[in-house]
Structure formats: C-alpha cells, structure tokens
C-alpha cells in the first residue's frame, strides 16, 4: 500500500482473529488460494487498490498468501459459514506511529456492510492492539464506497495524492486519517 514500511510491524505476531457480530478475521492460509484469485480476479478490485494486479492469477493469491510481507493481514470470513468474503490489513508506516488500513471483498458480498464492518474492527483492533497514534487509508477518487466506508468509520480528508496502482497507473486519490484522540472521542461517545 505505501512503499514507506517498518522492518517489523507491531502486530507481527499477533496471532488473534479479530470477530465482529458477523465476521472473523484470520489469517489467510494456502487452502484461501482459490478463492482469493477468483475475487480479487475481478477488475473492478484491481482498479480501486493498489498492488492487485490485472489478470490476477492463482499462483498471484498463493504468492500474497506465503509473503504478505510486513503487513498484517487478514481474511475476511463470515461467522455463518466461514465464506471468504474479502482481505483486509494493516501495514505499518515506517515511523511506527501510524498504518495504513487497505481491504478489499470480493464484489457477490458488496453492499450488505461487510466493508464498514471490517474497517471498524480493524481500526479498533489497531488502536487497541498497539501504540500507533494515527490509522490512515488512501482511496482512488472515483471509490464513491471506499470513501462512505472510511467516512462511517470516522476517518477524515487529509490531503489528496497520487497512487501508482498496478492496474490503473498513475491515479489521483483522497488519504483518510484517524487519529488516536479522535478515535477515543468517538468511542467514547459511543457513535462509532
Ligand atoms: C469499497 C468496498 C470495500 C465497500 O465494501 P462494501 O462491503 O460494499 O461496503 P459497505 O456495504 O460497508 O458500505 C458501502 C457504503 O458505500 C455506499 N456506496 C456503495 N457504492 C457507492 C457508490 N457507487 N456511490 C456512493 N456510495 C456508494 C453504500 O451505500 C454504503 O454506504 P451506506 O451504508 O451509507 O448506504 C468494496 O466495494 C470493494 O472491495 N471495492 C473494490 C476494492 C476497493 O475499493 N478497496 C478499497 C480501496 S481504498
């Protein structure tokens, strides 16, 4: 997601799921294989993140799968029949002060609040979890539902960027931050 990553991440052995009311999140294993290639296969997800590429091969999913590298990662699965449903994670900015939160779901499961669901977890999971001051994400301008999503959990427009995305090149987007203070507030107050 950003090129600016930490030798070890503070979650790098944090072997927990993280569960909401429907989801669990664990980790990816090689039997996700499959179906990570045949969801994240579909274009319109390559074109909204940044490292998927377009075609996205089986032997792509078993790459991600066996080297997610510094990042935390996570499948996104339902608790009412274990589907794979998406990937989210978390990768730590080199500062060790913030991480960027990155999903994707596969596009059957969109529009039923898996994508809020999961930012939510993985943002109070990232706060609690760690000392980081700031979770922040970047979407491509044109991502209407990445933005709602981001906007649901409390994250605010910083500042616009550019992505090099694998797929769709060179695109403009809007970074999302929340910082721990504001996080706290919201909680706090109970509406998020
Ligand atoms: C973005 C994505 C994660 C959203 O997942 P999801 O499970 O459908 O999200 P949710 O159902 O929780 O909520 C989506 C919100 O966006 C809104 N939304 C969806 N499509 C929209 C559109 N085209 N324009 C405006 N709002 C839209 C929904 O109405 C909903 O908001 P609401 O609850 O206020 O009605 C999913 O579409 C996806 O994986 N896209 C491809 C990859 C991607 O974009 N990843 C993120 C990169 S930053």
């Known amino acids: 997601m950003t090129e600016d990553s930490l030798d070890t991440s503070p979650f790098e052995n944090d072997e927990r799921r993280i ?24 274009k319109q997800i390559a074109m909204m993140t940044a490292r998927i590429p377009h ?10 799968i066996a080297k997610p590298g510094d990042e935390f990662v996570r499948a996104v699965t339902l608790v009412s029949n274990g589907c ?48 980081i001051e700031c979770v922040w994400a970047r979407c491509r301008v044109i991502n209407a539902a990445s933005r709602r999503v981001l906007e649901k959990c409390g994250f605010q ?26 996080w706290t507030a919201l909680k706090a107050w109970g509406g998020k």
């Open 19 to 42: 569960r909401t009311t429907r989801l669990v999140m664990r980790k990816v294993i090689a039997a996700d294989a499959a179906e990570i290639a045949r969801q994240a296969g579909d």
């Open 55 to 64: 075609p996205y091969s089986l032997a792509d999913a078993k790459a991600f």
């Open 84 to 131: 794979l449903v998406g990937v989210a994670g978390l990768k730590p900015h080199r500062d060790g002060r913030a991480v960027e939160l990155g999903y994707w779901f596969g596009a059957d499961h969109w529009g039923r609040g898996y994508g809020t669901e999961a930012a939510q977890a993985f943002v109070d999971f990232a706060f609690v979890s760690s000392d």
């Open 157 to 182: 427009m910083r500042r616009m960027g550019i992505l090099d995305s694998v797929c769709a090149g060179r695109v403009s987007t809007e970074d999302y931050h929340l910082d721990r203070g504001a």
